[in-house]
């Protein structure tokens, strides 16, 4: 199983918000994010990169 972690790109350092994320669907602008325990967040934005081999899923 791989589970990511989600940062938001900045000029000066990325940011952390979640980990263990399991799922994400794009829909208007927003991601619906899902974790390992099938919590839900929506997240406003946009994805930029998506590093499978780090699993890290960068949004904007």
Do not use: H, P, W
């Amino acid at each position: 199983m791989c589970l990511s972690s989600i940062y938001k790109k900045s000029d000066d350092e990325n940011v952390f918000l979640l980990k263990n994320v399991a799922r994400v669907i794009c829909k208007d602008g927003e991601l619906i994010v899902y974790d390992l325990m099938g919590a839900c967040t929506v997240l406003q934005g946009e994805i930029c990169d998506i590093d499978l081999m780090e699993n890290i899923i960068l949004i904007k």
